[in-house]
């Protein structure tokens, strides 16, 4: 924030609001919690180590291994005093780990097949990495480019329909027969019409990021202050610069609403296209590993897919942050 | 804190031939303006006075073309106006700046509009209205003076030939108003711009034009015009301010004994 240093004579009170950043629990409070966080997961390497496997689990000893690895790491953190804020979730997750592989694990307390033990994952991610990972990039790789499409022609449309009575005319009807439709209802047809699976699972994903970007811009164009558009035309600006330079950042905080609307509805007919016709990506994984009763990589598959979602939103929210710095303030993510 | 004044080359001057003007809502048209004829001089200060909603503003918004006038011709020095344009920039009762931009972005947007690139007027501008530290704040972060401030810079950056006054200090509170009047004054002093303000205020009026256009209630008509031949530096208690406000007061069918 830059603080301004020379206020003009007449308006000495007249400073901007300044806005003053103060962390709760810094390490003075609560000098403990941190060196805490080492040692419960050190307890969860200890558990799994030395207490006997109620039945044959692979990877136990490996487990153990990396269980006493991120100890560490937090022991480390503590001493360097970068670990304060996240020191109760550190603690936490490391009893939880210990909680489940006693409960699982060591007493087997849950019926077995549906529910695995911490070494089972493990042993998931340490033999099947390969396909895992090649599985993300595919749901990526098709996301990307079904979203990506979706959102710029949601962003185009809208300005459009926000700006144009002709546009409006013509498209509107369209957008009101199609837009609501879930872009899952329409998999079927996509994959009979389109020969590509994928392309049709690239079409839908646009449909899907594309019709609440396309309706929240079109209600944050129309919602511009006219005062915005008389301004700019009073110097001269004409209608490309109306558009590019004044309706659209002042539409930007909807837009970023229809874009994250976009996304969440771009996940779900993502998984949904993968499982039933794209013979690829982490929902045709799951599929997979139900169909062979592999539950623990159903479980990877779906902790890899809430990462991917989870990183993607993070980034969107990262966008939002960086475009809308000159809002007031806004949901932190 | 003055530090540069160019004066403008050529102040524009304006004329006002026969305007009628009006607007249909909810299906019945409604007269607005109704034969209005006035001649302004390059240079001038002119302050139209008139009852609240009269249409004055809608006069101003006909001079900045941003609206056509339905009937009548308005000629800036012999052509007539088709359009807005960079010339003749108008000032709102509200700051309207772009909360996107900064007060230097909002003060560039003439710049940025015409293409050009000249930070050094920008920052001219922004140290003429007394802004000088807060290029790099938010709009969100100025108090209402400042705000308005930043709105005349933006416009002056222009150097526009006439300067279009849509009762920009309606708003201010009356100290911070008091202290735009006489900066506002100084800037037109300084760089010979024609100025046409909209404003309620009688007492704003007397100490900053140069003649006082006065209207009716809508259909607004021009029922008085007067010059105020009085030295630039006014006081506010000049007797002879105090004689014109009855007189105005009068033709605004307010009883003089106040």
Redesign the interface.
């Known amino acids: 924030m830059?603080s301004?240093?020379?206020?003009?004579?007449?308006?000495t009170a007249?400073t901007?609001?300044g806005q003053t950043a103060t962390k709760p629990g810094t390490s003075s409070r609560r000098p403990l919690l941190p060196w805490v966080a080492g040692p419960a997961w050190f307890l969860a390497a200890l558990v799994t180590w030395r207490w006997p496997d109620a039945d044959d689990f692979p990877d136990t000893n490996q487990l153990a291994t990396q269980f006493c690895a991120i100890g560490l790491a937090l022991t480390v953190a503590a001493v360097l005093r970068r670990l304060s804020a996240r020191a109760p979730w550190a603690i936490a997750l490391g009893l939880g780990f210990t909680a489940w592989e006693i409960i699982q694990a060591k007493l087997l307390w849950l019926p077995r097949p549906f529910f695995g033990t911490p070494q089972d994952l493990l042993d998931v991610f340490l033999t099947d990495w390969r396909r895992l990972g090649d599985s993300l990039l595919h749901s990526l790789g098709l996301l990307a480019v079904g979203y990506g499409i979706g959102a710029a022609l949601g962003v185009a449309i809208g300005v459009g329909l926000g700006r144009s009575l002709r546009f409006r005319y013509w498209v509107r009807p369209l957008i009101r027969l199609i837009g609501p439709l879930p872009p899952v209802a329409l998999l079927p047809l996509a994959f009979i019409i389109i020969p590509s699976s994928r392309l049709a699972s690239e079409a839908l994903l646009a449909l899907a990021a594309g019709f609440p970007t396309t309706i929240l811009t079109w209600s944050g164009v129309v919602a511009v202050?006219p005062?915005?558009y008389?301004?700019?035309?009073?110097?001269?600006?004409r209608n490309r610069?109306l558009v590019l330079?004044?309706a659209l950042?002042?539409a930007?905080p909807q837009i970023f609403v229809g874009l994250f609307m976009g996304l969440g509805v771009s996940f779900a007919t993502l998984v949904v296209a993968e499982m039933l016709g794209v013979k690829s990506g982490l929902g045709f994984y799951m599929q997979w590993a139900q169909g062979w009763a592999a539950y623990p990589n159903m479980y990877a598959a779906l902790l890899v897919m809430s990462l991917m979602c989870t990183g993607l939103v993070t980034l969107l929210f990262k966008l939002r942050d960086r475009v809308?710095s000159?809002?007031?303030d806004g949901l932190k993510w | 804190m003055v530090t540069t004044s160019t004066r403008i080359a050529h102040p524009l001057g304006l004329e006002l031939d026969h305007i009628d003007h009006g607007y249909t809502i909810g299906g019945v048209f409604t007269p607005v303006l109704d034969d209005i004829s006035l001649s302004i001089a390059p240079g001038e200060f002119v302050a139209l006075l008139g009852p609240s909603g009269c249409g004055k503003s809608t006069l101003l918004r006909l001079i900045a073309g941003l609206e056509p006038p339905h009937g009548g011709t308005i000629l800036a020095e012999d052509t007539p106006i088709s359009g807005p344009g960079p010339d003749r920039i108008v000032m709102f009762q509200d700051p309207t700046l772009y909360p996107w931009r900064t007060v230097r972005g909002n003060v560039a947007l003439g710049h940025d509009i015409a293409g050009r690139k000249d930070q050094a007027s920008v920052d001219a501008a922004i140290e003429l209205v007394g802004l000088k530290g807060f290029e790099r704040a938010w709009p969100h972060q100025l108090s209402g003076g400042m705000a308005q401030r930043a709105a005349l810079a933006r416009a002056l950056v222009n150097d526009p030939r006439v300067l279009i006054l849509d009762e920009p200090l309606g708003k201010l509170d009356s100290l911070t108003r008091l202290t735009m009047q006489t900066e506002l004054h100084r800037l037109w002093r300084d760089r010979g711009f024609t100025a046409i303000m909209v404003t309620h205020d009688v007492e704003e009026a007397l100490l900053l034009a140069t003649r006082i256009v006065v209207f009716s209630p809508r259909p607004a008509r021009i029922i008085a015009d007067l010059p105020i031949d009085l030295p630039p530096h006014r006081h506010r208690d000049d007797p002879r301010l105090l004689d014109l406000r009855k007189n105005i007061l009068t033709q605004l069918g307010h009883s003089a004994d106040w």
């Open positions: 830059s301004p240093n020379t206020p003009s004579p007449n308006q007249d901007p609001s202050d005062a915005y008389d301004v700019a035309r009073t110097m001269g600006a610069f330079r004044v950042p002042a930007m809308l000159w809002q007031k």
